[in-house]
T-cell receptor, first 114, second 113 residues
Framework: ETGVTQSPTHLIKTRGQQVTLRCSSQ?????VSWYQQALGQGPQFIFQ???????GRGNFPPRFSGLQFPNYSSELNVNALELDDSALYLC?????????????FGPGTRLTVL | KQEVTQIPAALSVPEGENLVLNCSFT??????LQWFRQDPGKGLTSLLL?????REQTSGRLNASLDKSSGRSTLYIAASQPGDSATYLC????????????FGPGTSLSVIP
């Protein structure tokens, strides 16, 4: 059984640029949730994808968008990057929506915006 | 609005001590509560998940309890080891139209040899 993987591991961008982060869910899982974790804080929920549809969103602006593919892998896209977007981005997969089922996290992508 | 807090924010103990980490939440309408471990700059490792109908869960030296009515959970670590040094986070999903998960800020644990 393959765990949750994320790519890339690290990324450096400049303000105004766009970035795409990728996540492969654990085998058998149909739900992917994305989180942003600033230094010294707990993860903040960005959104969740269930069977290729967005199924809930946290307090993040529309420039944060996502996709889920038929194999349940997912992308997080951030447009018009701002300095405050610098964070560790985590994805988690679960079998069913994230609230009811145990989530398994990937290693994260560290994004630095200069 | 669900708010999750963790006390203490940081803890430093000598090796071998038993210790308790606390998690509090304001909305008791939850499906479950999950404890995670996070090493610096890394992802989250699931430690224990307690369903709302359960009172506690155990895994090795870890024991987590849940008191839904008082909005509290504790994570008990027995005979702490330097390898236990990490940040411990609790997470509580909301019973909303979608299942948003709220994390606490974490407790940073340092076990000194």
């Amino acid at each position: 059984e393959t765990g949750v993987t994320q790519s890339p591991t690290h990324l450096i961008k400049t303000r105004g640029q766009q970035v795409t982060l990728r996540c492969s869910s654990q085998s058998g899982h149909n739900t992917v949730s994305w989180y942003q974790q600033a230094l010294g804080q707990g993860p903040q929920f960005i959104f969740q994808y269930y069977r290729e549809e967005e199924n809930g969103r946290g307090n993040f602006p529309p420039r944060f968008s996502g996709l889920q593919f038929p194999n349940y892998s997912s992308e997080l896209n951030v447009n018009a990057l701002e300095l405050d977007d610098s964070a560790l981005y985590l994805c988690a997969s679960s079998s069913g929506t994230s609230g009811r089922n145990e989530q398994f996290f990937g290693p994260g992508t560290r994004l630095t915006v200069l | 609005k669900q708010e999750v807090t963790q006390i203490p924010a940081a803890l430093s103990v000598p090796e071998g001590e038993n210790l308790v980490l606390n998690c509090s939440f304001t909305d008791s309408a939850i499906y479950n509560l999950q404890w995670f471990r996070q090493d610096p700059g890394k992802g989250l490792t699931s430690l224990l998940l307690i369903q709302s109908s359960q009172r506690e869960q155990t895994s090795g030296r870890l024991n987590a309890s849940l008191d839904k009515s008082s909005g509290r959970s504790t994570l008990y670590i027995a005979a702490s080891q330097p390898g236990d040094s990490a940040t411990y986070l609790c997470a509580v999903p909301l019973k909303t139209s979608y299942d948003k998960v709220i994390f606490g800020p974490g407790t940073s644990l340092s076990v000194i040899p």
